[in-house]
T-cell receptor, first 116, second 113 residues
Framework: GAVVSQHPSWVICKSGTSVKIECRSL??????MFWYRQFPKQSLMLMAT?????????EQGVEKDKFLINHASLTLSTLTVTSAHPEDSSFYIC????????????FGPGTRLTVL | SQQGEEDPQALSIQEGENATMNCSYK?????LQWYRQNSGRGLVHLIL?????REKHSGRLRVTLDTSKKSSSLLITASRAADTASYFC?????????????FGKGTLLTVNP
């Protein structure tokens, strides 16, 4: 399958700071990427759909000004958690969409964010 | 919104035994997929079954889909300790985006050596 990387794999920050997470599609171009959040022992919740060259589409209840998404190229999407608070601590996972008859999503390894 | 519900939430078996996990969903779907997640890691795609398919096999995996009951099952045969992970079903809904995945709550499978 295709390879998607995320950087950093983990980050610890102080409350009030902003954190940027990168998602890279390494071996195929992805016009669409997705950002998910996963709390401990829970499932993945879709936060937003990242579209190359246009604004991201956010799911209901997700603050677009809190979670800034930039999909500036066909291989890179970034998620910036602005003014992070302890309740933002979570596992953030991205995926890249490979458009085909299966429309398969390839997932990154995730980023563990801990806000102190 | 979470529409998939897996059961059991946790399953513990001995190596060599079969493991069966079930998933139910609420809306009409285009396809249903099963993923595996090792603790603290990303997701690995296991198998996809389309809404017009009833059964699919891949190695030691067997997936069934019953659209009349809005349910699917994942069977792992001859389990190994390395199969220990969380397993999630995810659906794409018909009538909506063909890309967006809605994940179930997952089953934590523990295979004891």
């Amino acid at each position: 399958g295709a390879v998607v990387s995320q950087h950093p794999s983990w980050v610890i920050c102080k409350s009030g700071t902003s954190v940027k997470i990168e998602c890279r599609s390494l071996d195929f171009q992805a016009t669409t990427m997705f950002w998910y959040r996963q709390f401990p022992k829970q499932s993945l919740m879709l936060m937003a759909t990242s579209n190359e060259g246009s604004k991201a589409t956010y799911e209901q209840g997700v603050e677009k000004d809190k979670f800034l998404i930039n999909h500036a190229s066909l291989t890179l999407s970034t998620l910036t958690v602005t003014s992070a608070h302890p309740e933002d601590s979570s596992f953030y996972i991205c995926s890249s969409l490979a458009v085909s008859s299966y429309n398969e999503q390839f997932f990154g390894p995730g980023t563990r964010l801990t806000v102190l | 919104s979470q529409q998939g519900e897996e059961d059991p939430q946790a399953l513990s078996i001995q190596e060599g035994e079969n493991a069966t996990m079930n998933c139910s969903y609420k809306t009409s779907i285009n396809n249903l997929q099963w993923y595996r997640q090792n603790s603290g890691r990303g997701l690995v795609h296991l198998i996809l079954i389309r809404s017009n398919e009833r059964e699919k096999h891949s190695g030691r995996l067997r997936v069934t889909l019953d659209t009349s009951k809005k349910s699917s099952s994942l069977l792992i045969t001859a389990s190994r300790a390395a199969d220990t992970a969380s397993y999630f079903c995810a659906t794409t809904n018909s009538g909506g985006s063909n890309y967006k995945l809605t994940f179930g709550k997952g089953t934590l499978l523990t295979v004891n050596p």
